[in-house]
Nanobody, 126 residues
């Protein structure tokens, strides 16, 4: 069974940086896509970006472009979300998600992923 464990959340001032980690286990992830999502109180869960495990190819939501970077360390089975120039509106619980890469599936939507971590809180103070 796939297990995802996020870490690295915390309290940071606006303009600061945080790096979130997602340690993955239970499978060989070469055919997987990994997504980073966030959910603020009263809002829907949104994808901030994703990475294809095999190629390292990344895509970002408009809200993350230029500020967030997703990377992976194959040897450590870990995906990272580097967040710079943080804003108060980035405050949310951040989740990593994973699933096999299937043609035609919408990986911008939570429904595209079967496996989820427990989430880590990020709070940006203004």
């Amino acid at each position: 069974q796939v297990q995802l464990v996020e870490s690295g959340g915390g309290l940071v001032q606006a303009g600061g940086s945080l790096r979130l980690s997602c340690a993955a286990s239970g499978r060989t992830f070469s055919t997987y896509i990994m997504g980073w999502f966030r959910q603020a109180p009263g809002k829907e869960r949104e994808c901030v970006g994703r990475i294809t495990w095999s190629t390292g190819s990344t895509s970002y939501a408009d809200s993350a472009k230029g500020r967030f970077t997703i990377s992976r360390d194959i040897a450590k089975n870990t995906v990272y979300l580097q967040m710079n120039s943080l804003k108060s509106e980035d405050t949310a619980v951040y989740y990593c998600a994973a699933d096999q890469l299937w043609s035609g599936r919408n990986y911008w939507a939570p429904s595209g992923y079967a496996f989820w971590g427990q989430g880590t809180q990020v709070t940006v103070s203004s």
